[in-house]
């Protein structure tokens, strides 16, 4: 706790972090190589959690702006949009091609793509809370984000599949890790000091 009585660790809007499977050293990665059979970007798992590859920005959904600092109500739809690339996480109804599931890609051009890009936070309290353990759920086809263990082959050996999931598992709890946050907006730390009179 800080001296005003607010918790600083709140995953918030417009911070840049790299994405980790709970549990794992899977890291939620945009590759430029390879393309799926809908012609969209995969998007793979990783071991090495220092790969630049692997960073992601939280957006608010799509044309909605949020203000940098904001912090992340749970329940609350977001965009993830890669750093490297500027393409958003996304799904839609094509099925992933190593594990039958669900699809998931990037997509989009410089942070702008379309409804499909928007995830649903799920987590426990009122905000997601930067080192607590998180699902998310597509909000139009409701898959669950996750990674099981199934890895391509050539040319992008050895990493592996990210797709969506219907039921939740512990193949869909993530992290943010290492990257750079944003400290809380004020109108939140006004909100902790209301609380505590």
């Known amino acids: ?102 699809e998931v890609s990037a997509f989009g051009e410089e942070g702008e793509g379309d409804y499909l890009d928007d995830w649903t936070v799920l987590c426990n309290g009122p905000y997601w809370v930067r080192d607590g353990e998180v699902r998310f759920k597509h909000s139009s086809t409701e898959v669950l984000l996750s990674v099981t263990g199934e890895q391509y082959g050539r040319p992008i050996s050895g990493q592996k599949e990210v797709h969506g999931m219907a039921q939740p598992s512990q193949n869909n709890y993530w992290k943010a890790m290492e990257g750079i946050f944003m400290k809380p907006s004020e109108l939140l730390k006004a909100e902790a000091h209301h609380a505590e009179l």
């Open 1 to 102: 706790m800080t001296e005003t009585g607010f918790e600083p660790n709140l995953s918030s809007f417009k911070a840049c972090f790299q994405l980790l499977q709970a549990g794992t050293t899977q890291c939620g990665r945009d590759r430029h190589v390879e393309n799926y059979s809908s012609g969209q970007q995969s998007v793979t798992g990783v071991t090495s959690v220092d790969d630049s590859n692997s960073y992601w920005r939280i957006r608010g959904k799509t044309a909605t702006v949020c203000e940098r600092g904001t912090p992340i109500k749970c329940g609350q739809p977001i965009r993830l949009t890669h750093v490297n690339t500027g393409r958003n996480l996304h799904s839609h109804h094509f099925t992933s091609p190593l594990s039958g599931n669900q």
